[in-house]
Structure formats: structure tokens, C-alpha cells
């Protein structure tokens, strides 16, 4: 087992993870910025590190401070979190490299699965659905309209290094392809130093569905089924739930069993998530793999009684994973709101103090989140103050309670992003299931 894990996050995560961390027995070091000094996983942490000012590319970025406070701290492993480096090939095989277990996947998965054109190729060869497009990336514009028209239109840009939407552009006809073509490949270029990008069919209105997956050095694989992440605001998630209101028993036994197939195929190691479009036929199609643990991972936790966090340590150890896939059993109904220091008519960020704060409770309620009374939420980092996570034994009755704990969730000093759950837990659509990752678009203009 793990003896000693450094951190290398802030925030809820570097919370829940000191948890698990300490759950197993497991000694915990916190590496923060100087903005974050005041923060809980400082003060919960068994040690904390400084590791640079507020700047998150001189901090929570600088890959050459955290190792140096991995060595200090005489760690043996290093968890990432998600966001920042979590799916940073280059400081996976730096921690490989000098000795600290990553945990999470090995660096070469990540770099796989961080560029999605090739990522669509080698799950393509594992017999993974994929959605008609190119053959990887595409650099000459002729070449381009040529694939498009080949697809079809409308079709969609996606830079190949992309995430958060950024790169990616909807043509829907040939005289906008040439136009939102060269605009994808410049935002690519500007967001990730990589102007790559690739053409695939656009699934007009689909639904987002995950499904959660987790391989060990033995080569065992199993699944945790899906989570229904279509409430989205400008591709990024805001609601997610377990399961899908959507899949039939069919469906979601083909894809666990064809993403089971391709984390045994890669040889993957840890946590990780196969996401994919549905469309409203039922098809559905990969999209990408994220190489860590999720921020939506408590809906998963809810319904099947498993600790990831504890699972990804216990994995990074060398233990097989102790579960079989028919241990593994759906129990009940998961909604998971992020609430998000923002305000909720445009999403424009609301940092600031936060003067009066109290989080719900009761049965089958969890509330993840470093934020408390008199807490600043910081202007540098993401705006999410807390993840609201509500469990009951069926749909109907975990809207019910999530309505309830919205309802009782006090944060006072910023705007929220509360008013609007609130708005979406009562909207008829929403309550009958039927939502697409354009939701907001078509119902909350």
C-alpha cells in the first residue's frame, strides 16, 4: 500500500482525496499556491507545501515545484485530481520517471487518449462505435470539404487536442465549411499550441452519456455503468445523474460490455471514463476517453456503494480490483447539480467572499466542497463552489430531494448557479427525462 500521497490539486478534490487518503491509512501532503493558504485542503492535509504564487502556470501547473515538494516531502505517490495536470502525459512520466506512483493511468494512455484523432482510431480498431468522419487529422482545406461533403453535412470541427469546446465548430453547409474550418484550427492553435483538427458527422440534439470504467496492472477491467451528463451550458457539464433516464437494459449492457473490451485491449490502468454521443435512436458513438476521475464520480458512488477514490489508490497499489463485473450492481437514482460561483442568467463568473454559507443534509444528501463562511472564492481558479449530490431510490424521488436541498443550500456574498437548477429541476422536460446536451439552448434562452 501506498504510505505517503502528495496532492496536486486544490480545492473539493484535494479534500476528497485526502479522505480516501486517510480512510486507507495513507498519509497525506497538500501542495498549494499563496492565494490557497487559508484553504481546508491546507489544514486537513497531514503536511502542506507552498508551491508558488497565485498563477495557476506558477503553481498548480509548475510541474518542476511539485516534484521538488514530492521530494521534500519524501512521497511515494502523487494524485492529480482532474484538471490542471491530471491529464498531463509529460508530468505522468516525470512522476514515473523519478519514482512517484502516479495515480492514474499510465503516460502513454494519456497521451493516446489526449488526441482524440488518434484516440477515435485505436477505439475504432477495439470495435468501439465511432461517428463517420476522417481518418485523423486534416490540414488542407480542399481535403477537408471534400470529407465533409463525403459525411454529409451538417458536420463539426474539433481541434484534435481539444477540450471544454474549445476548437470546435458546426458547418452546416459547404459555403460555412471553409470559414468555420480555418476557425477551428486557429482557436486550436491559440488554446493548445496545436492547430490539428478532424471532421465528423454532427449528431444534431444528442444525449451525453458516460460510462465509468477502471482497469489494474493484471489485466482485469470492470465498469460502474453510465452517468447522463446532457445538461450542458457552452460543453460544460452542469448536471449529471445515474443512471441514464434514457438507456434500456440492452443498450446498457452493449456499452459496458464494448467499454470493458477496449480498457482490457489497451492494457489501461485506473479510473477512467469512455464518454459518447447518442443519438435519438439509440446509437451511440465514442467521443473520448478521459484519463482520470471525474468530477461527476459521487453520482457513480451513489448507485453502486464504491469508493473510487479509495478504488483508484487501493489500484495505484498494485491490488486487483476486488469487485467482479456481476458484483457490481445499480441501486437507485444519483443527481449531481454543480454549483458554480456564477451568475445564473450568462454564466459570467461572481468571485468574492462568501458571508453566510450553510450546506443541506439528511438522508441520501452529500455535499462535496471546500467553501465555508467567510470563505473567498478566488477569481484565478474554477468557479465551482460545491458539488450538491442527492440519492433516492428512484428518479422521481431524487429530483424531489435535490429540490429540497436546493432549496436549503445557503450561499450568501456571491451569485449561484442554485436559482437555475432549481428552474431546470422544475422544467416538465427535465422531470420526463428527455434532455440533449442543447437543453439550455432550446428551454432557458
Known amino acids: 500500500m501506498l504510505k505517503r500521497v502528495l496532492i496536486a490539486n486544490r480545492g473539493e478534490i484535494a479534500l476528497r482525496i485526502i479522505r480516501a487518503c486517510k480512510e486507507l491509512g495513507i498519509e497525506t501532503v497538500a501542495v498549494y499556491s499563496t492565494a490557497d493558504k487559508e484553504s481546508l485542503h491546507v489544514a486537513f492535509a497531514d503536511e502542506a507545501i507552498c508551491i508558488g504564487p497565485h498563477t495557476a502556470s506558477d503553481s498548480y501547473l509548475n510541474i518542476k515545484n511539485i516534484i521538488a515538494a514530492a521530494e521534500v516531502a519524501d512521497v511515494d505517490g502523487i494524485h492529480p485530481g482532474y484538471g490542471f495536470l491530471a491529464e498531463n502525459a509529460d508530468f505522468a512520466k516525470i512522476c514515473e520517471d523519478c519514482g512517484f506512483k502516479f495515480i492514474g493511468p499510465k503516460s502513454e494512455h494519456i497521451e493516446l487518449m489526449g488526441n482524440k484523432a488518434k484516440a477515435k482510431e485505436t477505439m475504432k480498431k477495439y470495435g468501439v462505435p465511432v461517428v463517420p468522419g476522417s481518418e485523423g487529422a486534416v490540414a488542407d482545406p480542399d481535403e477537408a470539404l471534400k470529407i465533409a ?91 449529471e445523474e445515474a443512471p441514464s433516464p434514457f438507456l434500456t437494459e440492452r443498450m446498457r449492457y452493449k456499452m459496458g460490455e464494448i467499454s470493458v473490451n477496449a480498457v482490457k485491449n489497451l492494457g489501461y490502468e485506473n479510473a477512467g471514463t469512455i464518454e459518447y454521443i447518442v443519438d435519438s435512436s439509440g446509437n451511440f458513438y465514442f467521443m473520448e476517453m478521459n484519463t482520470r476521475i471525474q468530477v461527476e464520480h459521487p453520482v457513480t458512488e451513489m448507485i453502486t456503494g464504491v469508493d473510487l477514490v479509495k478504488l483508484q489508490l487501493l489500484v495505484a497499489s498494485g491490488y486487483e480490483i476486488p469487485y467482479k463485473q456481476e458484483d457490481i450492481k445499480i441501486n437507485g437514482h444519483a443527481i449531481e447539480c454543480r454549483i458554480n460561483a456564477e451568475d445564473p442568467d450568462n454564466f459570467m463568473p461572481s468571485p468574492g467572499l462568501i458571508n453566510a454559507y450553510y450546506a443541506p443534509g439528511g438522508f441520501g444528501v452529500r455535499v462535496d466542497s471546500a467553501a465555508y463562511q467567510e470563505y473567498t472564492v478566488l477569481p484565478y481558479y474554477d468557479s465551482m463552489i460545491a458539488k450538491l449530490i442527492v440519492h433516492s431510490e428512484s428518479r422521481k424521488g431524487a429530483i424531489s430531494k435535490m429540490k429540497v436541498a436546493l432549496n436549503e443550500f445557503i450561499i450568501e456574498g456571491v451569485k449561484t448557479t442554485i436559482p437555475l437548477h432549481l428552474k431546470i429541476m422544475d422544467h416538465y422536460k427535465f422531470i420526463e427525462g428527455d434532455v440533449s446536451t442543447d437543453f439550455l439552448e432550446k428551454y432557458f434562452k
Open 149 to 239: 461533403k463525403e459525411i454529409g453535412f451538417p458536420v463539426i470541427i474539433k481541434a484534435s487536442a481539444g477540450g471544454g469546446g474549445k476548437g470546435m465548430r458546426v458547418a452546416h453547409n459547404e459555403m460555412s465549411f471553409l470559414t468555420q474550418f480555418e476557425t477551428a484550427k486557429n482557436e486550436s492553435e491559440k488554446a493548445f499550441g496545436c492547430g490539428d483538427v478532424y471532421i465528423e458527422k454532427y449528431i444534431e440534439s444528442p444525449r451525453h452519456i458516460e460510462i465509468q470504467v477502471f482497469g489494474d496492472s493484471k489485466g482485469n477491467a470492470v465498469h460502474f455503468f453510465e452517468r447522463e451528463c446532457s445538461i450542458q451550458r457552452r460543453h460544460q457539464k452542469l448536471i
